[in-house]
């Protein structure tokens, strides 16, 4: 198994948008690959959540790789990552929905089947992507505390207040940096969540709600979830389990507290001075053996 920076993105994808060296360190997208051996090999495009990074990513990927024979793509959304975000400006769910069509075409290079999975926002769009391009996602769709729809009562007034121009006036008023840069800051995620990023997960959202209403996911589905999320409304996933046909929830109890983001971490996420930021999910190993056993159920292991 290779672990590599994936260089190649910002000489063909972001060129003339940003360079290696604007991104902060750790935060770059990732290939996990298998020695070529001429022989075609499934792989999965992994899509990190909203104001975080590739990073968060690779706990998932690295199981997907070494366990389960996949090569995996770990793409950078546009705005994220970076070393001076400028209260991210270009976030854009055009741009965001290139970033993962791009890094589908290069998964197909692998021979094999192509498919599909992320964190938060990133699992929103492979929903999206799943339901769009079922010739290219030909494999199965993983989500982990993917943000169908915002949690908590006052989860639909807060997506129809982003899509108002009031946003856009507290966006303006809020100018404080989205880099915590000192030793107990966090160096794979923003510190706050701008309202320009939320805004285009809210119109992702809407989209994806009308998308929903009209199409079944066809590929096989394995979702994550806690109930103990404040972010992501755990309902809006039982509701696309239950009306895909071939459809799994792994779900994690409330009384586990396991919050948004730790889903797909095995390891916690640590600050500069190794303060503990983000706890580390307790049953990552069972929710990836659970995963294993569903992929190879239905096909999406063996390439051959």
């Not at 741009?95 to 699992?123: C, H, M, N, P, Y």
């Not at 706890?279 to 096909?299: E, I, W, Y």
Request: glycine share 6%; net charge negative.
């Amino acid at each position: 198994m290779i672990l590599m920076d994936w260089d190649e993105y910002y000489d063909r994808h972001f060129k003339g948008y940003i360079d290696r060296d604007d991104v902060r360190d750790r935060c770059h997208p990732q290939i996990f690959k298998h020695e070529d051996d001429g022989q075609p090999r499934n792989a999965i495009v992994l899509v990190h959540g909203l104001t975080d990074s590739p990073y968060f990513m690779r706990d998932i990927g690295e199981y997907f790789c070494s366990k389960m024979g996949f090569d995996v793509y770990i793409p950078l959304l546009r705005a994220h990552g970076l070393k001076n975000p400028q209260d991210m400006k270009d976030a854009s769910l055009i741009e965001w929905r290139k970033d993962v069509r791009f890094a589908i075409d290069r998964a197909r290079e692998s021979g094999g089947q192509v498919s599909i999975g992320g964190l938060s926002t990133g699992g929103t769009l492979s929903v999206e992507m799943a339901l769009n391009n079922e010739a290219a996602i030909d494999g199965g769709v993983f989500l982990f505390s993917a943000a169908l729809g915002l949690a908590s009562h006052a989860g639909n007034l807060a997506e129809i207040f982003l899509r108002t121009p009031l946003a856009n006036i507290f966006d303006q008023i809020d100018r404080s940096s989205l880099i915590n840069s000192s030793p107990s800051g966090n160096p794979f995620r923003y510190s706050k969540m701008d309202i320009g990023g939320a805004r285009e997960l809210s119109k992702l959202i809407k989209e994806l709600d009308l998308l929903t209403d009209r199409d079944v996911l066809n590929q096989p589905l394995f979702a994550a979830h806690s109930e103990a999320d404040t972010t992501a409304d755990i309902d809006e996933i039982e509701e696309l389990v239950n009306r895909s046909p071939s459809a799994e929830i792994f779900r994690i109890g409330k009384n586990f507290a396991v919050p948004h983001a730790s889903v797909a971490l095995k390891n916690p996420v640590l600050s500069i001075n190794n303060s503990p930021l983000e706890p580390s999910n307790p049953f990552f190993d069972q929710m990836m053996k659970s995963l294993h056993v569903f992929a190879d159920k239905h096909g999406l292991i063996d390439c051959n």
